[in-house]
T-cell receptor, first 114, second 112 residues
Framework: DAGITQSPRHKVTETGTPVTLRCHQT?????MYWYRQDPGHGLRLIHY???????DKGEVSDGYSVSRSKTEDFLLTLESATSSQTSVYFC?????????????FGEGSRLTVL | GDSVTQMEGPVTLSEEAFLTINCTYT??????LFWYVQYPGEGLQLLLK?????DKGSNKGFEATYRKETTSFHLEKGSVQVSDSAVYFC???????????FGGGTRVLVKP
């Protein structure tokens, strides 16, 4: 199994509160990603990182920010959570296009915003 | 923009039946194509892939052929088992980047 740990695995919060999800990897992979999974939408990319302090937006980045101060950690922050951000969040890592391009996924973090 | 369309589920089958999940894509250039599988309560894991036209990916009895003329990458398995019950995702990756674009997922339920 790829060494990816997401925390917390489950969280219930209230509208308007800040939330931070953490993704930690032990593989030293360059690329890290945050996806959200919603019924009927599959997985949609929120943000990704291609190195320390190098991040970029995905297709559904509004309301989210990220930070990567170390190779092994990629944080996803919801500054003020809304009910539309209730979802399952997956972190993924990749060696990059020069390798197989395969993404390895964490087990997911289920967030409920009341 | 790039997109992946796959048949909606759920698909319910009996054990040993033949499984097909349709996947078509829209993308410029020559993307790589993937099938990922998600078992209950788990993250996604790569099932198979194909990187160029006419390539066939295969794994665990599943197969898919990259058809550029029909922009398709349909997943097939000749004889499914209960353990194949999962959600299957088709995805593409453009050659110029390292981001995957996923389809909506197809839930498959195999009954004994």
């Amino acid at each position: 199994d790829a060494g990816i740990t997401q925390s917390p695995r489950h969280k219930v919060t209230e509208t308007g509160t800040p939330v931070t999800l953490r993704c930690h990897q032990t593989e030293n992979h360059r690329y890290m990603y945050w996806y959200r999974q919603d019924p009927g939408h599959g997985l949609r990319l929120i943000h990704y990182s291609y190195g320390v302090k190098d991040t970029d937006k995905g297709e559904v980045s509004d309301g989210y920010s990220v930070s990567r101060s170390k190779t092994e950690d990629f944080l996803l922050t919801l500054e003020s959570a809304t009910s539309s951000q209730t979802s399952v969040y997956f972190c993924a890592i990749s060696e990059g296009a020069v390798a197989t391009g395969e993404l390895f996924f964490g087990e997911g973090s289920r967030l409920t915003v009341l | 923009g790039d997109s992946v369309t796959q048949m909606e589920g759920p698909v319910t089958l009996s054990e040993e039946a033949f499984l097909t999940i349709n996947c078509t894509y829209t993308a410029t250039g020559y993307p790589s194509l993937f099938w990922y599988v998600q078992y209950p309560g788990e993250g996604l894991q790569l099932l198979l892939k194909a990187t160029k036209a006419d390539d066939k990916g295969s794994n665990k009895g599943f197969e898919a052929t990259y058809r550029k003329e029909t922009t398709s990458f349909h997943l097939e398995k000749g004889s499914v088992q209960v353990s194949d019950s999962a959600v299957y995702f088709c995805a593409l990756r453009k050659a110029a980047g390292n981001k995957l674009t996923f389809g909506g997922g197809t839930r498959v339920l195999v009954k004994p």
